[in-house]
């Protein structure tokens, strides 16, 4: 076992426009390891994540994944070494299928064999989402679709 974090943010400062809405944060998550960032409406909360998964520049300071400097890289790059950013809320292609929903989360997987599989874990922790697989995804409930 290594004693490196998987997620390090060191002295973040990032924003939108003019407007820096983080001030030198940072943030230290290791392997096994469960982190909340708590707070009000407009804390910045939103904002850290958007910026420790690329999809805002940090003006200052620097992120590490697994070791590795990531810090600016583009989602797309971060995708492929396994972080990405999971927005909140019921965000389905609702007139697809259940199935094809779940093939889009997998569509920088080629390997059909390794789709398959993480498909059958989804299943494992959702069985009712198998079930669904043919059902357009819109008619799920609020939850479901969650």
């Excluded at 989602?75 to 259940?98: E, H, K, S």
Aim: hydrophobic share 40%; proline share 6%; glycine share 12%.
């Amino acid at each position: 076992m290594t004693d490196t974090p998987l997620l390090v943010a060191h002295g973040l400062t990032a924003g939108y426009g003019r407007l820096d809405i983080l001030h030198d944060v940072s943030l230290t998550v290791h392997v096994n390891e469960i982190v909340s960032i708590i707070g009000p409406n407009g804390a910045g909360k939103s904002t850290a994540f958007k910026t420790i998964v690329g999809f805002l520049r940090p003006r200052a300071g620097r992120v590490l994944f697994n070791g590795e400097e990531i810090t600016g890289l583009r989602p797309d790059r971060l995708l492929g070494r396994g972080l990405a950013y999971v927005p909140q809320g019921r965000i389905v292609f609702p007139q697809m299928t259940v199935l094809e929903n779940l093939e889009m989360g997998a569509y920088i997987e080629r390997a059909p064999a390794r789709i398959a599989a993480a498909l059958e874990q989804v299943y494992a922790l959702f069985p009712i989402l198998a079930e669904r697989r043919p059902q357009q995804a819109g008619t799920l409930s609020g939850g479901e679709q969650q």
